[in-house]
């Protein structure tokens, strides 16, 4: 891909595909335009200077005219631009006009040439035409019946040959100034898009573990609610006292509902919310979980307790509070759990089992309490099987790897 220096001069050397816009059209107009009226008005005021020997006539204006013209369509044919204003170049001064600007164009199509990546093509039109600048005038002027003045001086050639040079090293540095800004601008480009991705990924792993929260919240509550409830109903005209506690335990569970989907729909809007007054959902957390299950459970540590990562930490509370809410809607009334956390050397071992009838229920009932789970665990890079026991009942085994060196 080329690119052809455009912040440094943007009226010279401009990237961009040859397309008609006003835009460009007008500033391509105006620019040769005031090149051609420098040259003309440079013939001009130089005519009456020795030692011309041919007064600026229709056709020396034309040469001095035809380049600035031909410069409309530099960027769409830079070799072919250059090409004649070369010509000009030449032709101009061997006819013998008056020694007035005439290189401008040239200069210009040169230099857009070379920016443009036309060097190679660039280089060979600007040797053949010095090289017929200088046969013509020291070695056919006579034959031609070229004027005196047509004939260049040595100095004359040292000078046009030095500012040839000049320009070809200008015109280098600025195309390869451009290479510099445009390889910049695809790398700010590139990063933008890979932040614009990140985000995206982001926010989308954002509302999945926002929904598996309140997945988890209100699977677990709600059940519960929906146990006490039912058995507040029951008790309420023979046992008033359980009936009693039946409803206090609703209360409990609905107001720690609240919490929880407060603190997880917190993040929506953080400027607006206030440090959470509930505590965060972990294993310490356990001993509560379990007793507020509705169901009797058993725990069961393996290993030394220690510290986890609060991802880790929380997912494991998670599956369990999952695990023990499909117990709770499968495994029939009088079902018990056993909930086993194992702390080993570079994974936290999470294990529910029940002894119910939960491996007997339809699966469309199951809804997405598994799924749920298994997602969570594969977030993690860990694993997650579910399913019936031999003798019965029904297991939910996670492996959740913390990060640790054995």
Known sequence: MRDDGAGWLPWLVEEAPWK??????????ILAGVLAAIQVIGAVAAKA?????RPLDVAGVLLLVAGPAALIARHRFPAAVLAVNLAVAVAYPLAGYPRAPFFLAATVA??????????????????????AYLGIGWFCANRLGLPASARPEVHEAVVVALWILVVFVLAEAARIRGQHYAEITRTRVEQARARAEQERRQASEERL???????????????LINVQAGVGLHLMDSRPEQAREALTAIRT???EALREVRGVLGVLRPEQEAAPRAPAPTLDRLAELTADAGIPVRTRVRGTA???????????????QEALTNVRRHAGPAATALVTIGYDDDALAVRVDDDGRGAAAPVDEAGNGIAGMWARAAALGGTLTAGPLDGGGFRVDARLPTGDES
């Open 20 to 29: 008609p816009a006003p835009g460009r059209w007008r500033r391509h107009v």
């Open 49 to 53: 200077e020795p030692p011309a020997a």
């Open 110 to 131: 040169l230099f857009t040439a070379v920016v443009a990546g036309r060097r190679t093509a660039a280089w060979v039109l600007v040797q053949v035409a010095y090289l």
């Open 209 to 223: 573990r926002i929904a598996r929260e309140l997945h988890d919240v209100l699977g677990h509550h709600l059940s």
């Open 253 to 255: 569970a609905s107001a």
């Open 306 to 320: 220690r510290p986890l990562p609060a991802e880790v930490d929380r997912a494991g509370y998670r599956i369990v």
